[in-house]
């Protein structure tokens, strides 16, 4: 199963918003076939390791490991739960159950009722966090939800504000002298930012406030890293962004939400297909998620340099850390949700 979980990595970047799933089959202690779902619309890692394996006879007496439990309905591939029934294979041990409506079991009783011993629940947890994206997004009804954003070593994610000038931060603040000088603070190196985009390129879409939008002009690319670009996303409730934006040249897929709240918006990527959602700032809309414990995954890059003094990074809550590294002396941090 470990080596199923392996496989279905290989499909990262081609299988959303299909799961990720590894299948390997093996005869007489030994395997004799592998396979993983390539991409979205093509065969199954079912289809894939049966394919690859030279001697079909060999499949009446093997037992195939699946990842994720095997499909029992026509969609734009044939069932792998049929297919499995036909080649005669005596043995199947699934990872983890299909929390997708059209299968939630329905493959599990296929290969039962069709005399096959199954085995269900090895390595579920692994298996399960495999496809956090895919699993919370047809569990909860939305999509999985990263907060991010980079901040200096004393804690802030962008300089002072200064009252007495006009304009906003993306905070809503009014702007700090370096801000309205036009110089812009980096808490991020040439390697920590390259991770940005392609965490973005494994994003469905992409999240920032009226504020950021105004103050960054950010693009919300993946012009560092080869994948496709997420579906922008911002908030403008008061028609204040002009149509001169980044985010509003028409060069990729973009939506503007005028009214809408946290929830609302949820609910429209989940009917948009939309699994995963990355949020980029600024540190208001940050802190909404983190107040309405909407988030599920952070990642916090922390530069070496202090500031003294600024706008303060968001107040992370009811979090577990996860993973932490070092990269030239920006370390980033994944935090999990666990109310």
């Not at 850390?321 to 990269?327: E, I, M, R, T």
């Amino acid at each position: 199963m470990r080596r199923c979980i392996q496989l279905a990595r290989c499909g990262e970047a081609g299988a959303p918003p299909n799961p990720m799933v590894g299948a390997v089959i093996v005869c007489g202690g030994r395997i004799i076939g592998e396979g993983y779902h390539r991409r979205c619309g093509g065969p199954h890692a079912e289809v894939n390791a049966i394919n690859s394996v030279r001697d079909k006879n060999m499949l009446k007496r093997s037992t195939i490991y699946v990842s994720l439990e095997p499909c029992a309905h026509f969609g734009k591939t044939p069932p792998c739960a049929d297919l499995i029934i036909c080649t005669g294979i005596p043995r199947v041990v699934i990872g983890c159950a299909d929390p997708f409506a059209k299968v939630n079991g329905l493959g599990i009783k296929k290969l039962r009722e069709a005399g096959r011993e199954v085995v269900v629940g090895v390595l579920d947890e692994e298996c399960r966090e495999l496809n956090r994206r895919f699993f919370t997004f047809h569990q909860e009804h939305r999509p999985w939800i990263t907060l991010k954003w980079a901040q200096s070593k004393d804690g802030f994610i962008g300089a002072s504000p200064f009252p007495s000038q006009g304009g906003v931060t993306s905070s809503g603040t009014t702007p700090s002298p370096l801000e309205r000088a036009g110089v812009r603070l980096f808490f991020s190196n040439a390697l920590t930012q390259t991770l940005v985009h392609r965490l973005r390129a494994r994003s469905g879409a992409i999240l920032v406030g009226t504020g950021t939008a105004l103050a960054d002009n950010p693009t919300l690319t993946t012009r560092y890293w080869q994948g496709p670009n997420p579906l922008r996303l911002t908030i403008d409730r008061h028609g204040s962004l002009p149509p001169t934006l980044h985010l509003l040249d028409g060069s990729t897929p973009t939506i503007v939400y005028t009214h809408e709240t946290i929830n609302e918006i949820l609910a429209d990527l989940f009917e948009r297909g939309i699994q995963s959602l990355l949020v980029e700032g600024g540190a208001k809309l940050l802190q909404s998620f983190i107040d309405a414990g909407l988030w599920d995954e952070a990642r916090i890059e922390t530069a070496p340099s202090c500031l003294g003094q600024g706008l303060a990074a968001p107040s992370l809550t009811h979090k577990q850390l996860q993973s932490q590294k070092d990269y030239g002396g920006h370390t980033i941090q994944y935090y999990r949700h666990r109310p």
